[in-house]
């Protein structure tokens, strides 16, 4: 069964280094979307993704976060200058059509930042 | 007004028992509401999901309850086991290609 895969699965960064989170949605998917989770809280919609640009985005994606599809299989996720504060799991998901509502979530990557 | 309010945090059943998990909505241009399952490290899983045409919908040991006038949806998990030991989300969203909105989730614990 195809799958969201995402990587690196645990990334460790110093505070103000850039970061790049990494994605390939499930190959046949036309809507891509990055959520993050601090630890013990909800998920949280960070931005979603189609057509090669931003569809939506949240109050949390701020001038620090950018997204591209650098080719026809990955959805990256950058982070310019990171904060203590963006520790997080970071979710990919994708979905299909507008015909179909199943968002397919990715195992994440876990982000720490020292 | 885009929040989903999900009780409880935490639930501990006995194996066999039905944890019912209950969700509260207050936007009513949600039309599509979602389950899902996360196991400790890993992506939520979509797990069943319901539109507000219905009012139950059922997927093996998997029931979503859904009161579209009390703006409530809830999970009932039939014979649970303790594979079924997971945090459980539920989510809202508005159609199109509007983002999925969560609940703070529910840790449920069934002991064997």
């Known amino acids: 069964e195809p799958e969201v895969t995402q990587t690196p699965s645990h990334q460790v960064t110093q505070m103000g280094q850039e970061v790049i989170l990494r994605c390939v949605p499930i190959?046949?998917?036309?809507?891509f979307y990055w959520y993050r989770q601090i630890l013990g809280q909800k998920v949280e919609f960070l931005v979603s993704f189609y057509n090669n640009e931003i569809s939506e985005k949240s109050e949390i994606f701020d001038d620090q976060f950018s997204v591209e599809r650098p080719d026809g299989s990955n959805f990256t996720l950058k982070i310019r200058s990171t904060k203590l504060e963006d520790s997080a799991m970071y979710f990919c998901?994708?979905?299909?059509?507008?015909?179909?509502?199943?968002?397919?979530f990715g195992p994440g990557t876990r982000l720490t930042v020292t | 007004q885009q929040q989903v309010k999900q009780s409880p945090q935490s639930l501990i059943v006995q194996k066999g028992g039905i944890p019912i998990i209950n969700c509260a909505y207050e936007?009513?241009?949600?039309?599509?509401f979602p389950w899902y399952q996360q196991f400790p490290g890993k992506g939520p899983a979509l797990l069943i999901a319901?539109?507000?045409?219905?009012s139950e919908k059922k997927e093996g040991r998997f029931t979503i309850s859904f009161n579209k006038s009390a703006k409530q949806f809830s999970l009932h998990i039939m014979d649970s086991q303790p594979g079924d030991s997971a945090t459980y989300f539920c989510a809202a969203r508005i159609s199109g290609n509007t983002p999925l909105v969560f609940g703070k989730g529910t840790r449920l614990s069934v002991i064997a």
């Open positions: 319901i539109r507000p045409d219905v």
């Open positions: 936007n009513t241009a949600f039309d599509y």
């Open positions: 998901a994708s979905r299909r059509t507008s015909g179909s509502y199943e968002q397919y």
């Open positions: 190959s046949n998917h036309l809507y």
